[in-house]
């Protein structure tokens, strides 16, 4: 079942892409047990967090998968401070696919008899600290998909540039994990990395973590700077500095 859930992720994504110009390279998809592993969630990501089986009681397993970045598009929001226009287009898209993803597999399962249940790719934070009462990263990071870098983002054998999303379902897929290594950035593994603390162009990054609201800030500022040239931008998280020209962009260091 693993391979044929990663296939119509592949399938989705090949069917949405620029074949001269493509937007991502290979999905990749990682498959957990509901287990008492995710019972860290509200004291790992935040306090209103919910767990697995208030998303769904008869919950048994999580999928979580992440759509990365062509090597074009990461390449292009490298220079200066401002987010390139490709980046932003690619965050909306991504958005799209990793939904239209979560609806493929949905149907699928629904198929052979398991329900299953999605939270958006983006914008389900409700708290003034700006986290998710559903964090694909924390959720995808428990499942083995990949670390998380000093730059808050998740570090997955593909890199940190792209999207994630995460859904819970009936079905049993047992636990098969792409990352078991205990950190993939750099700085985290004692070595002298802090490429991302120096693209940040407001500061939000620290060796100790990250400014959350400066952060989000920037995020806004550059979505409704995007958004005013073009209204299809308008839910992408607009910004990236910290996922581009670094180490870990497009693989694991």
Not at 8 to 31: E, F, G, M, S, Y
Not at 76 to 105: F, Q
Not at 118 to 137: G, R, V
């Amino acid at each position: 079942m693993i391979e044929e859930l990663r296939a119509l992720a592949t399938d989705v994504c090949r069917q949405h892409d620029n074949i001269n110009t493509p937007i991502w390279r290979k999905p990749l998809l990682v498959t957990a047990k509901a287990d008492e592993r995710f019972d860290i969630l509200p004291e790992m990501a935040a306090p209103n967090h919910i767990l697995p089986k208030e998303m769904l009681p008869s919950c048994r397993s999580i999928i979580a998968f992440f759509v990365p970045f062509s090597t074009d598009i990461v390449n292009s929001n490298k220079h200066g401070k401002m987010p390139c226009r490709d980046w932003a287009y690619a965050k909306t898209a991504t958005n799209n696919v990793l939904d239209e993803i979560g609806k493929v597999i949905e149907r699928r399962l629904k198929d052979s008899g398991s329900k299953s249940a999605l939270s958006p790719p983006t914008h389900n934070f409700k708290n003034k600290k700006f986290m998710a009462q559903w964090s694909h990263k924390h959720v995808a990071y428990i499942s083995g998909l990949g670390r998380f870098g000093l730059n808050a983002q998740l570090i997955t054998p593909s890199g940190c540039s792209g999207r994630m999303c995460s859904m819970v379902t009936e079905a049993d897929l047992d636990n098969h994990p792409l990352v078991t290594e205990a950190e993939l950035c750099l700085a985290k593994q004692g070595k002298d990395c802090r490429v991302c603390i120096d693209n940040c162009p407001v500061n939000a990054l620290t060796l100790v973590g990250i400014e959350r609201q400066r952060c989000h800030q920037r995020i806004v500022a550059m979505q409704k700077k995007f958004s005013r040239m073009d209204s299809s931008h308008q839910d992408g998280d607009v910004c990236g500095k910290c996922a581009s020209g670094t180490p870990c962009s497009m693989s694991a260091p």
